[in-house]
């Protein structure tokens, strides 16, 4: 298992070598050669050594390659391919093979087949066509497992193995018999008697408590609402059911094959029905994959959100990047290709944000199949192509950036998500449409564009490493969990909580006294009642401190009361609540008194400058950019450490991006956590730290140059900031370092 490290930290020992043999940097993709000719398969081989390629994954939908007919065989393929891998020094991450099930095995077991909540079964003809709850199928996808592990134990090309491929992709929630009956089991084992379950599930509302756990469903279709709680359970026996299949496919290789660690491709930042952090001590290493959506102009910041996520669930641990896109996919409205140099700033924008490999589905565009317009490593076009030329291009950058390996990100600021709390908050009979990936995301988005580097952490996670704590609507929490929060702030950290936050406990039960129940005596604040907006209706917050004409406020608004040590930042203008308490802060712990929102902007920019969320010098021009440090957002002296009284700000109501762009940068100035020069617009810059390096990653989204002055203070007193490598172009770095439209350059500096 690996160790868990602090952030920032580098423990080289707490790493399992999952890509022992590799020089540097993981590069490639999955591997699909029973697609093709032998003549394409060869000359494959030398194409790959041509980009750099040293890892690919093989076998992913094999079964029916492999097993054509039950019981015969044919290894012959697979046994060519690992040994030419081997021979051209390319390593392999093999996979079980079990992603889509041959035709021959529903076709005799059509009890296997998935079901919907309304009762329909899906039928064979694509992928993941199957129950993972029912034995009969896992029985053959462990006895698939134990085949490969075994033929393939001792190959010298294999260094990891890839179980299955995005478990729960397509059949993440199943309503058939056996999920039913495998979700009664999970129920007895968590509550342990019906009393238990009818307490959790509050049955006796509506008549629906249980004398018998035969009587239990799934929530199939109905007439009206289902139980709320009953559906989170359902959602969380899901997830553990995905999870316990992944451990099936594990312990079958690893009774074989101790020695070889092993991984499955997580969709993270993409997919809300899997609870990642459950999962993540059940993996050697983590992976991940993501792709990103062509229509939207802020699609890299949701890539680094995913990456963040990523390295949150991989408790700060380098993780592999197992897919994504050179160009376009498939399964969008509209399938466009990406923008000159994108595929390289998706691409490192990942290794800045924790990953130890770059991978891509897939190696060579399919010429058939649902996915055969899917770009590739290898375009339609061949290599005489744009693709190919900066494929080729990127594999010299990944191996330029070999010693970023094993090195971590730094950040003092969390970010708190939940899977349960997103899916308690996502059910209807809630007093609005809250959708809790909104405010994850507004926040997440702010914090980007002021330069700060996020670790996005369970609820459950230790959080005295940080300075800043958002907790954005955290719905459901557990009173241990909200401690954490409480305790981060008696610590000294600022905290940000947002409305429809600690409503709940972990069984979907109100918190009776006032909301934010589970927060309410940390923020100082009582909301009676919710008055949700109309859809297009507004409203405007003041306060002294705030810009002139106030923020905009939509969606959301409560029926507070602030107590007498509470500062009152804004309150409603107008609306159904003038007055009322919209936006506070409460000054937490008794060593010391931490300056006050007035004090901070005494001291730092003004009431319309930060209003503006750092715009200052955010046209992307090399002269505007000019004093923009190379700094990691979140580092250490960034803006001076946290004093030893912490705050706790509550948001009540869903600002517009401006307003909360201008909480964000208040609250990050007072926990110290902001770079030590505006970032222009459109710039990101992260650092990883290894023992006696750092590596600075900026990455230019923009159409313009942007200059950074590598003299200006650095993220650490023991950081040499005058003086450094650039390691893609070799060049050394002295006082300023210019970054091309569109290009991503990464600084070498030592410390210690």
Same mark, same amino acid.
């Given at each position: 298992m690996r160790r868990r490290t602090s952030p920032g930290s580098f423990d080289p020992a707490g790493i399992r070598p999952w890509n022992a043999g590799l020089d540097g940097l993981a590069f490639g993709g999955d591997y699909n050669p029973e697609q093709w000719p032998d003549d394409v398969r060869l000359e494959d081989i030398?194409?790959?050594?041509?980009?750099?390629? !040293?890892? *690919?994954?093989?076998?992913?939908?094999?079964?029916?390659?492999?097993?054509?007919?039950?019981?015969?065989?044919?290894? /012959?393929?697979?046994?060519?391919?690992?040994?030419?891998?081997? /021979?051209? +020094?390319? #390593?392999?991450?093999?996979?079980? /093979?079990?992603?889509?099930?041959?035709?021959?095995?529903?076709?005799?077991?059509?009890?296997?087949?998935?079901?919907?909540?309304? +009762?329909? *079964?899906?039928?064979?003809? &694509?992928?993941?066509?199957? &129950?993972?709850?029912?034995?009969?199928?896992?029985?053959?996808?462990?006895?698939?497992?134990?085949? *490969?592990?075994?033929?393939?134990?001792?190959?010298?090309?294999? /260094?990891?193995?890839?179980?299955? !491929?995005?478990?729960?992709?397509? !059949?993440?929630?199943?309503?058939?018999?056996?999920?039913?009956?495998?979700?009664?089991?999970? @129920?007895?084992?968590?509550?342990?008697?019906?009393?238990?379950? !009818?307490?959790?599930?509050?049955?006796?509302?509506?008549?629906?408590?249980?004398?018998?756990?035969?009587?239990?469903?799934?929530? @199939?279709?109905?007439?009206?609402?289902?139980?709320?709680?009953?559906?989170?359970?359902?959602?969380?026996? &899901?997830?553990?059911? @995905?999870?316990?299949?992944?451990?099936?496919?594990?312990?079958?290789?690893?009774?074989?094959?101790?020695?070889?660690?092993?991984?499955?491709?997580?969709?993270? +930042?993409?997919? #809300?029905?899997?609870?990642y952090f459950s999962w993540a001590d059940d993996m050697d290493v983590i992976a991940n994959d993501n792709y990103t959506m062509a229509a939207d102009p802020d699609r890299h910041l949701l890539l680094s959100l995913s990456a963040d996520l990523t390295r949150g669930i991989s408790g700060g641990d380098p993780w592999i990047l197992m897919e994504h896109s050179t160009s376009a996919v498939n399964w969008q409205e509209r399938n466009r290709a990406k923008e000159p140099g994108e595929m390289l700033r998706n691409s490192l924008a990942h290794v800045a944000r924790g990953s130890d490999a770059v991978m891509f589905f897939q190696w060579r565009a399919s010429k058939a199949g649902a996915e055969k317009y899917h770009s590739a490593l290898v375009p339609h076009a061949g290599t005489d192509s744009d693709l190919w030329r900066d494929v080729v291009g990127l594999g010299r950058a990944v191996k330029a950036l070999g010693e970023v390996r094993g090195s971590r990100v730094a950040a003092r600021t969390a970010l708190v998500l939940d899977w349960p709390a997103w899916w308690a908050c996502d059910q209807d009979v809630h007093p609005t449409q809250v959708r809790y990936p909104d405010q994850v995301l507004a926040w997440y988005k702010a914090l980007w564009r002021l330069g700060v580097t996020v670790d996005i952490v369970p609820p459950s996670r230790d959080l005295d490493d940080y300075d800043l704590v958002v907790v954005p609507t955290l719905y459901l929490v557990s009173d241990a969990d909200a401690a954490r929060v409480r305790a981060a702030a008696e610590r000294g950290a600022t905290v940000l909580v947002t409305y429809f936050s600690g409503i709940a406990d972990e069984n979907d039960h109100i918190r009776l006294g006032g909301y934010p129940g589970a927060y309410r005596d940390l923020l100082g604040v009582r909301s009676e009642e919710f008055f949700p907006l109309q859809e297009d209706e507004a409203v405007r917050v003041t306060g002294a401190s705030l810009p002139d004409g106030g923020l905009t406020a939509g969606l959301w608004t409560e029926k507070s009361t602030a107590a007498a040590d509470v500062e009152v930042i804004a309150a409603y203008d107008d609306g159904p609540l003038p007055g009322r308490p919209a936006i506070t802060r409460r000054t937490v712990g008794n060593d010391g008194v931490r300056p006050g929102p007035e004090q901070v902007e005494r001291t730092g920019p003004s009431a319309a400058s930060a209003g503006q969320a750092g715009s200052a010098g955010h046209e992307g021009s090399a002269a505007q950019a000019g004093s923009a440090a190379p700094a990691a957002s979140g580092s250490a002296g960034a803006s001076g450490p946290a004093s030893s009284a912490g705050s706790a700000w509550y948001v009540a109501t869903r600002l517009s991006d401006d307003g909360v762009a201008h909480i964000a940068r208040r609250v990050a100035e007072e926990a110290g956590v902001l770079p030590p020069a505006p970032l222009p617009e459109g710039v990101e810059v992260v650092r990883r730290v290894a023992d006696d390096a750092e590596f600075v990653f900026l990455i230019n989204h923009t159409d313009a140059e942007v200059t950074f002055d590598t003299g200006a203070p650095g993220p650490s007193s023991d950081t040499d900031a005058t003086s450094g490598k650039e390691l893609l172009t070799g060049e050394t770095v002295t006082s300023s370092l210019t970054v091309p439209a569109g290009a991503v350059r990464v600084l070498r500096r030592p410390v210690g």
């Open positions: 030398e194409l790959m050594r041509e980009a750099g390629v !040293n890892i *690919v994954s093989l076998a992913i939908f094999a079964w029916a390659t492999i097993e054509p007919r039950e019981g015969e065989f044919d290894w /012959a393929w697979l046994d060519t391919t690992m040994d030419r891998l081997h /021979a051209a +020094g390319i #390593k392999v991450a093999l996979a079980t /093979a079990t992603a889509a099930a041959p035709p021959w095995l529903t076709r005799r077991h059509p009890e296997i087949l998935p079901q919907r909540s309304d +009762g329909t *079964v899906l039928a064979q003809g &694509s992928r993941q066509t199957y &129950s993972i709850h029912h034995p009969v199928f896992r029985d053959y996808a462990v006895a698939m497992a134990e085949r *490969v592990a075994r033929r393939y134990a001792d190959h010298p090309a294999l /260094a990891l193995w890839h179980v299955d !491929n995005e478990i729960g992709c397509h !059949n993440p929630r199943d309503w058939s018999p056996a999920a039913a009956d495998a979700f009664r089991d999970w @129920l007895r084992e968590r509550y342990g008697d019906l009393d238990g379950l !009818n307490e959790a599930w509050g049955t006796a509302f509506w008549s629906q408590r249980y004398g018998s756990f035969d009587d239990v469903l799934p929530p @199939l279709d109905t007439t009206a609402f289902a139980n709320p709680t009953q559906r989170l359970d359902f959602d969380r026996f &899901s997830s553990d059911a @995905l999870l316990d299949y992944y451990r099936d496919l594990r312990d079958a290789l690893r009774e074989i094959t101790p020695h070889v660690p092993t991984t499955t491709n997580l969709m993270a +930042g993409s997919h #809300k029905e899997m609870d």
